[in-house]
Protein backbone atom coordinates (compact mmCIF):
# COMPACT_ATOMS: atom_id res chain seq x y z
CA UNK A 1 0.00 0.00 0.00
CA UNK A 2 1.48 3.34 -0.84
CA UNK A 3 -0.08 6.53 1.49
CA UNK A 4 -0.44 9.61 -0.30
CA UNK A 5 -0.43 13.21 1.91
CA UNK A 6 -1.12 16.58 0.15
CA UNK A 7 -0.20 19.59 2.13
CA UNK A 8 -0.26 23.46 1.03
CA UNK A 9 -3.40 24.67 0.15
CA UNK A 10 -5.79 27.48 1.37
CA UNK A 11 -7.46 30.80 0.54
CA UNK A 12 -5.68 33.68 -1.04
CA UNK A 13 -6.11 36.40 -3.67
CA UNK A 14 -6.34 36.51 -7.16
CA UNK A 15 -3.03 37.19 -8.68
CA UNK A 16 -1.42 35.49 -5.66
CA UNK A 17 0.78 32.40 -4.89
CA UNK A 18 0.67 29.23 -3.27
CA UNK A 19 2.39 26.00 -3.25
CA UNK A 20 1.62 22.67 -3.40
CA UNK A 21 3.19 20.01 -1.45
CA UNK A 22 2.41 15.88 -1.98
CA UNK A 23 4.27 13.30 -0.03
CA UNK A 24 4.49 9.41 -0.93
CA UNK A 25 5.48 6.66 0.77
CA UNK A 26 4.91 2.82 0.91
CA UNK A 27 7.81 -0.07 1.14
CA UNK A 28 8.84 -2.20 -1.60
CA UNK A 29 7.08 0.39 -4.17
CA UNK A 30 9.14 2.07 -6.91
CA UNK A 31 7.51 5.77 -7.53
CA UNK A 32 6.75 6.55 -11.23
CA UNK A 33 5.49 9.26 -12.37
CA UNK A 34 2.98 11.57 -9.78
CA UNK A 35 0.87 14.62 -10.89
CA UNK A 36 -1.50 16.75 -9.81
CA UNK A 37 -5.72 16.92 -10.69
CA UNK A 38 -8.13 19.20 -9.91
CA UNK A 39 -11.83 19.18 -8.99
CA UNK A 40 -14.04 22.47 -9.20
CA UNK A 41 -17.50 22.19 -7.71
CA UNK A 42 -19.91 20.47 -10.25
CA UNK A 43 -17.11 19.62 -12.50
CA UNK A 44 -15.33 16.93 -13.44
CA UNK A 45 -11.42 15.91 -12.01
CA UNK A 46 -9.25 16.95 -14.81
CA UNK A 47 -5.25 16.88 -15.13
CA UNK A 48 -3.13 20.07 -13.98
CA UNK A 49 0.11 18.52 -14.38
CA UNK A 50 2.43 15.57 -14.28
CA UNK A 51 6.01 14.66 -14.06
CA UNK A 52 8.01 11.41 -14.67
CA UNK A 53 10.56 10.27 -12.67
CA UNK A 54 13.19 11.40 -15.12
CA UNK A 55 11.70 14.90 -14.57
CA UNK A 56 9.74 15.35 -17.69
CA UNK A 57 6.82 17.54 -17.42
CA UNK A 58 3.36 18.18 -18.63
CA UNK A 59 0.80 21.01 -17.98
CA UNK A 60 -2.98 22.09 -18.82
CA UNK A 61 -3.06 24.66 -21.21
CA UNK A 62 -5.03 26.59 -18.51
CA UNK A 63 -1.59 26.35 -16.16
CA UNK A 64 1.04 26.96 -18.31
CA UNK A 65 3.20 29.53 -17.89
CA UNK A 66 1.82 29.60 -14.45
CA UNK A 67 2.11 26.76 -12.55
CA UNK A 68 4.93 24.74 -12.58
CA UNK A 69 5.48 21.22 -11.40
CA UNK A 70 8.93 19.68 -9.34
CA UNK A 71 9.99 16.59 -7.51
CA UNK A 72 12.31 15.26 -4.76
CA UNK A 73 13.08 12.10 -6.14
CA UNK A 74 14.66 11.44 -2.56
CA UNK A 75 11.60 12.00 -0.80
CA UNK A 76 9.22 11.10 -2.97
CA UNK A 77 7.71 14.35 -2.91
CA UNK A 78 5.82 16.65 -6.01
CA UNK A 79 5.24 19.76 -5.91
CA UNK A 80 3.14 22.30 -7.36
CA UNK A 81 4.08 26.23 -7.36
CA UNK A 82 0.89 28.32 -8.24
CA UNK A 83 1.57 31.52 -9.46
CA UNK A 84 -1.22 34.23 -10.97
CA UNK A 85 -3.75 31.90 -9.46
CA UNK A 86 -7.01 33.64 -10.76
CA UNK A 87 -10.56 32.77 -9.40
CA UNK A 88 -11.07 29.72 -11.90
CA UNK A 89 -8.60 27.60 -9.85
CA UNK A 90 -10.56 27.63 -7.03
CA UNK A 91 -10.89 23.74 -6.50
CA UNK A 92 -9.69 20.37 -4.94
CA UNK A 93 -6.75 19.74 -5.68
CA UNK A 94 -5.31 15.89 -5.55
CA UNK A 95 -2.40 14.49 -5.70
CA UNK A 96 -1.52 10.97 -8.20
CA UNK A 97 0.71 8.58 -7.70
CA UNK A 98 1.99 6.12 -9.67
CA UNK A 99 3.78 3.09 -7.90
CA UNK A 100 5.18 -0.05 -9.16
CA UNK A 101 5.92 -3.18 -7.27
CA UNK A 102 7.61 -5.56 -9.34
CA UNK A 103 5.89 -5.85 -12.89
CA UNK A 104 2.53 -4.02 -11.88
CA UNK A 105 1.90 -0.31 -11.78
CA UNK A 106 -0.86 0.94 -8.85
CA UNK A 107 -2.50 4.43 -8.84
CA UNK A 108 -3.19 6.33 -5.35
CA UNK A 109 -4.76 9.43 -4.65
CA UNK A 110 -4.54 11.71 -2.09
CA UNK A 111 -7.12 13.12 0.17
CA UNK A 112 -7.28 16.33 -1.40
CA UNK A 113 -6.44 19.75 -0.39
CA UNK A 114 -8.82 22.69 -1.11
CA UNK A 115 -7.70 25.91 -3.01
CA UNK A 116 -9.86 28.92 -2.82
CA UNK A 117 -8.97 31.89 -4.85
CA UNK A 118 -11.08 35.20 -4.11
CA UNK A 119 -11.49 37.97 -6.48
Known amino acids: QVQVVESGGGLVQAGGSLRLSCAAS????????MGWHRQATGKQRELVAT???????NYADSVKGRFTISRDNAKNTVYLQMNSLKPEDTAVYYC?????????????WGQGTQVTVSS
Open 96 to 108: RTIAALGTRNYQY
Open 26 to 33: GSMFSIND
Open 51 to 57: ITSGGST
